[in-house]
């Protein structure tokens, strides 16, 4: 994170210029500090950016059944909000359920809840962190009251789960399809933008992700009537955004609550240093590649760790770095211990949901033993430094860790 005086390189640190701070400073200065222009200008910018892809690309949804509409897109102030509002436009009620996978953070389900409904989870892949698409399946085929509304892919670090399968899989039993993609931008695959491949795609601009706004999400789907219950979810349930009440000649008092909606909309305040940071996207994701292929280059060579899975557009949000055990003397929570006593920012992603209290008592039968992928990946992994601005040397330092730790360690 940002304070991180004390460590020679953070885990994360977010890159923020003068371009953020002027259009900060410029919403300031105009004397609308809520939902406004910037929000409206952010929501543009990024719709335009995810639907920016090919004819290829365009001809290989056609070709796989899926819509062609362009997205849109919905600012929000975080991605937890976006969730619930993609999953209550997708029908997630008291009385039905989700699939999603054990490895993410827990506001994935926990969103689930609190739209009343129950949560269904898959294990995942045995070499990947991505949601294993025959456990999806033998789910869906179990489910004889009909729970499912959606299943929900989490795309982990950045790379993409088989949205492919994923995709006529939910054609063929009927459910939508939710990507959180909150660590998945800019990742572009054959399919399109992650985000954008299924029904609804909702997106992080938290601190620590490839853009931010220090808090913040984006929601988009490109079905009308899903954008339409989105939009009016978002703000209280009213037939009309603060924008528009006190901009249009129409009196601002004239309204109507049409549903119990929520407040999850974006201030101009954030919105405007996502405006700057979307701009930088590609930049960003660039920096972030550089430092990939120096880890790469380096890890390849030590035989007690295994390098991160890498498919068709990983955005590398995370570098997860992942442990041998067998080749080592101490585990995996020692090894971080390690590097952290030697200046380096680590962090672990995910702790799975089976081993949280509340996860345990509403559902007894899951447990680490019933989800062995999801128990295993998490003892051997340990996140380390990458963000856009890392520099050769901070990376070298991070290598010099890992590998002093390791022959240190090493059985």
């Known amino acids: 994170m940002a304070d991180c005086d004390s460590l020679k390189v953070a885990f994360s640190r977010p890159s923020i210029g003068p371009e953020e701070e002027n259009a900060v400073l410029s919403v300031l200065r105009s004397g609308w500090l809520t939902t406004g222009r910037y929000a409206l200008q952010f929501e543009k910018d990024f719709s335009e950016k995810i639907n920016d892809v090919s004819d290829k690309i365009i001809t290989?949804?056609?070709?796989?059944?899926?819509?062609?509409?362009?997205?849109?897109?919905?600012?929000?102030?975080?991605?937890?909000?976006?969730?619930?509002?993609?999953?209550?436009?997708?029908?997630?009620?008291?009385?039905?359920?989700?699939?999603?996978?054990?490895?993410?953070?827990?506001?994935?389900?926990?969103?689930?809840?609190?739209?009343?409904?129950?949560?269904?989870?898959?294990?995942?892949?045995?070499?990947?962190?991505?949601?294993?698409?025959?456990?999806?399946?033998?789910?869906?085929?179990?489910?004889?009251?009909?729970?499912?509304?959606?299943?929900?892919?989490?795309?982990?670090?950045?790379?993409?789960?088989?949205?492919?399968?994923?995709?006529?899989?939910?054609?063929?039993?009927?459910?939508?399809?939710?990507?959180?993609?909150?660590?998945?931008?800019?990742?572009?695959?054959?399919?399109?933008?992650?985000?954008?491949?299924?029904?609804?795609?909702?997106?992080?601009?938290?601190?620590?992700?490839?853009?931010?706004?220090?808090?913040?999400?984006?929601?988009?789907v490109r079905d009308s009537s899903l954008a339409k219950r989105i939009q009016v979810m978002r703000m209280h349930g009213m037939d009309r955004t603060t924008w528009d009440r006190y901009t249009s000649p129409r009196a601002s008092w004239e309204y109507d609550i049409i549903e119990p909606g929520y407040k999850f909309n974006l201030p101009d305040i954030l919105a405007a240093i996502g405006v700057e940071q979307l701009k930088k996207a590609d930049t960003f994701y660039e920096e972030r590649i550089k430092i990939v292929s120096k880890y790469n280059k380096a890890f390849s060579g030590f035989d007690f760790v295994t390098l991160p899975p890498d498919g068709t557009g990983n955005a590398w949000h995370l570098y997860l770095l992942r442990i041998k055990p067998e080749k080592l003397t101490i585990n995996r929570d020692d090894f971080a211990k390690k590097l952290q006593k030697k200046g380096i920012g680590i962090s672990v992603h995910f702790i799975p949901l089976f081993r949280f209290t509340y996860w345990k008592k509403l559902y007894p039968d899951f447990t680490a033993q019933n989800y062995p992928n999801a128990e295993k990946q998490y003892t051997e992994t340990i996140s380390i430094p990458l963000w856009p601005g890392m520099t050769d040397d901070m990376?070298?330092?991070?290598?010099?860790?890992?590998k002093e730790t390791g022959e240190t360690y090493h059985a």
């Open 60 to 220: 290989e949804r056609k070709n796989k059944g899926l819509d062609t509409t362009p997205a849109v897109s919905f600012a929000v102030n975080s991605n937890t909000s976006g969730m619930i509002l993609a999953m209550d436009a997708c029908g997630v009620r008291p009385g039905t359920a989700v699939i999603t996978t054990p490895y993410t953070f827990v506001s994935t389900a926990t969103c689930a809840r609190h739209l009343g409904a129950d949560v269904y989870f898959a294990d995942i892949e045995k070499n990947s962190y991505s949601i294993d698409v025959q456990k999806v399946e033998n789910i869906l085929k179990s489910d004889t009251a009909h729970k499912v509304r959606a299943v929900i892919p989490v795309h982990v670090a950045g790379n993409i789960c088989n949205m492919e399968k994923i995709c006529a899989l939910a054609k063929k039993y009927g459910v939508k399809v939710i990507e959180d993609a909150a660590h998945a931008f800019p990742s572009c695959t054959p399919l399109g933008y992650a985000g954008s491949i299924g029904d609804a795609g909702v997106f992080s601009f938290y601190v620590t992700k490839t853009i931010t706004t220090g808090e913040g999400g984006m929601v988009c």
């Open 395 to 402: 990376a070298d330092e991070v290598i010099q860790a890992v």
